[in-house]
């Protein structure tokens, strides 16, 4: 189990907070809370260690397309990729309602 | 009915069984009423999971939704199946503990809150042990209280079903609901596969679990008060149908004298199969 | 009282039996047909209790609960025993009798009869009737003189007022046993006994379990096997001096074991949450 930290500039408010998903195995929860400051931190807690690179490039790659003052915390059990941009965006999709 | 009717329904029926711990709450809840307390943003989460190299869960897998049912204040534990089997750890436990309890204080002091429970869990959470046994006792002492007060209703849908010592919780509820889907027992087939040899139960034969366990065999012998559709709407109908029976004249774990007869007739040089213990145990009248 | 008691041994045998027998002095009545749970009125302090006991019952119709295990039989034995308890409440200044769960219980009965004629319910009728009998007054005490394992603990003693225990070999409180939580977690034995040097609820050692804050007391040199009269007095000591506390506190419901002092550090997140949820609800 490891925990990783990112953070990355950010400048549009935010306005509400967000919860997704589940724990289970092959799935992950995503917390999404507004910050003030410019700075978005991702905090993800995951059960498989060794997978950093991967995980940076998945959160990197959502904050191309996303920009918001959040602190956004994942709780991971072994969600590929793919289920946890899923996850990402359902969560986005919900910021915006 | 006409087949047009048929239709409809069939098209407008949404699992209830499909829907997560929240969504199950929200389902119960009168519309545009429920409010999650103690949630994932609270973070209460497992002291205990993480120290084993268990990802804990913001919510430690159980949501508490205040709201009402039918206009009264009501409290609504729901038991998420999907993290670590709905069992029970010592933040689990005690957010089902303390919303009963907190009920209770509500009902002393005159304002009348109703509870339900979800109950979708494995039992206690083998990584916590004895803190998640310590508040499964808490919370039977808190129903057993309650629900002097005031119906504590609970519901199992499934597919996980309700075992362990949380089946001792259902049993102590005023009512339980079932879906045909449910399985209400003890010991998980597994466990007793693994205890008792695969002669006493084949953990894999599905239909034979479901036949001593399941929501309709439970039926069968009267140790549960409803069976319903897996509907989302048709559960909650009958919970607010449930609430409106008021408090029961007997509690079914209280049916001493029936079950002493039931359990005294029985031959147990043989094993018997759900029907036949029906049949056995069929006309001996409520066993409520 | 004699210095030398007659201990059962063999398929009969039992901490359970035992006690009651060392704690009574009385010929014990088992209920109905049944000879698997066994209780006796006796003097405890200055009022007459009842003490209950499941034990080993080799003859028993159920071969799935022949060991001590609380099944079918043993839960309504138990449910009617304690609600024969609070019957013979003859009202008005009457003390209500205190209730002394005698605990050595290898755990629930494991079979297919008992889920098919519902156990669940069967052991949920006990612990009603220790709950029914603590909120009506009744001080309930629960006397760990063996194992105490998962839901039969939930039917006979979990529900009591105040719990203690032997600091004894084999004293044991758990929601599984050992080599079948090692099977389920697939780890070895020694792996869980490790586990539960770090992680206080998981431990198999009673004196860990103590730090959970939920035992009123741990009670030091007794030989829980084979006690003798002093070991026995030592223990209707401990038990007369809880008897007192409970009516002195006259709190019925549970309480006390997250208020106690370790229950503060080891329950803190008992606590937190029950903070939290009142403060939100």
């Known amino acids: ?97 | 009915m006409n087949a047009q009717t048929d239709w409809k329904g069939f098209l407008a029926r949404r699992s209830f069984i499909e829907l997560d711990a929240r969504e199950r709450t929200i389902a119960l809840l009168d519309a545009g009423s429920f409010r999650e307390i103690v949630g994932p943003f609270d973070r209460l989460k497992s002291p205990w999971l993480p120290m084993q190299g268990i990802v804990a869960q913001a919510d430690d897998g159980v949501v508490i939704a205040r709201g009402t049912i039918d206009g009264e204040p009501a409290v609504v534990a729901a038991i998420e199946s999907a993290y670590q089997g709905g069992s029970m750890g010592e933040v689990s436990g005690a957010k089902i503990a303390g919303a009963l309890e907190l009920a209770l204080r509500d009902n002393e002091n005159g304002i009348r809150t109703r509870a339900v429970l979800l109950l979708e869990t494995g039992g206690v959470r083998l990584q916590e042990a004895n803190l998640g046994l310590a508040a499964i006792a808490e919370i039977h002492a808190a129903i057993v209280a309650l629900r002097r007060h005031v119906p504590v209703v609970g519901v199992i849908g499934g597919m996980v079903g309700c075992f362990g010592g949380m089946s001792l919780a259902a049993a102590l509820c005023s009512y339980l609901i079932v879906t045909r889907e449910a399985r209400l027992g003890m010991n998980g087939p597994e466990v007793i596969e693994q205890e008792a040899g695969i002669e006493e139960i084949d953990s894999s034969d599905r239909a034979l679990i479901w036949s001593l366990i399941g929501g309709e065999q439970r039926t069968r012998l009267g140790m549960v008060d409803a069976l319903v559709e897996d509907d989302a709407t048709q559960i909650a109908k009958q919970v607010r149908t449930t609430f409106a029976l008021g408090i029961p004249k007997a509690y079914r774990c209280e049916a001493l004298d029936t079950y002493l007869t039931r359990i005294g007739e029985v031959d147990t040089s043989k094993q018997l199969t759900g029907v036949q213990l029906a049949t056995l145990w069929g006309n001996k009248g409520d066993s409520k | ?281």
């Not at chain 3, 009617?80 to 200044?93: E, L, P, S, Y």
């Not at chain 3, 370790?262 to 403060?279: G, M, W």
């Open chain 1, 1 to 97: 189990m490891e925990t990783l930290r990112y953070e990355y500039p950010v400048s549009k408010p935010v306005k509400r907070r967000v919860h997704v998903g589940v724990v289970g195995s092959g799935d992950l929860e995503v917390l999404i809370e507004p910050v003030d400051g410019d700075t978005a931190q991702v905090v993800i807690n995951t059960s498989v260690d060794g997978f950093g690179r991967v995980w940076k490039t998945v959160v990197d790659r959502f904050f191309t397309r996303f920009d918001g003052r959040v602190a956004i915390e994942i709780n991971d059990f072994g969600a590929t990729p793919g289920v946890v941009l899923l996850r990402l965006e359902q969560a986005v999709e919900e910021l915006g309602q």
């Open chain 3, 1 to 281: 009282m004699s210095d030398a008691l007659t201990i059962p041994t063999g398929p009969h045998a039992s901490r359970g039996r035992v006690w009651l027998h060392a704690l009574t002095e009385r010929e014990e009545q088992g209920f109905g047909q049944s000879h698997s749970v066994l209780f006796a009125d006796a003097p405890l302090g200055d009022i007459d209790a009842r003490f209950i006991a499941v034990v080993p019952d080799p003859a028993n119709r159920f071969p799935r609960a022949r060991q001590g295990e609380v099944g079918l039989e043993q839960g309504w034995a138990l449910a009617n025993i304690v609600r024969q308890t609070i019957d013979a409440h003859r009202g008005g200044d009457e003390r209500r009798r205190p209730i002394v769960a005698v605990v050595d219980v290898v755990g629930q009965a494991y079979g297919r009869r008992e889920e098919l004629m519902g156990i669940h319910l069967a052991c949920a009728a006990a612990a009603n009737a220790y709950a029914q009998a603590r909120l009506a007054g009744h001080p309930v005490i629960a006397l760990i003189v063996g194992h105490a394992m998962s839901g039969a603990f939930l039917a006979h003693g979990y529900q009591a007022n105040r719990i203690v225990a032997l600091d004894a070999p084999d004293v044991l409180i758990h929601a599984m046993g050992q080599a079948a939580a090692a099977r389920i977690t697939r780890r070895t034995v020694e792996q869980l006994a490790e586990l539960g040097n770090r992680i206080p609820p998981m431990s198999y050692d009673i004196r860990n379990y103590a730090k959970l804050g939920l035992l009123d007391s741990l009670i030091e040199g007794v030989d829980a096997d084979a006690p003798d009269a002093a070991a026995v007095q030592q223990v209707r000591k401990v038990l007369a001096g809880t008897l007192d506390s409970i009516r002195q506190d006259g709190v019925r419901d549970l309480s006390a074991r997250y208020r106690s002092k370790e229950a503060q550090t080891t329950r803190a997140a008992s606590i937190e949450v029950r903070k939290r949820l009142a403060e939100q609800w």
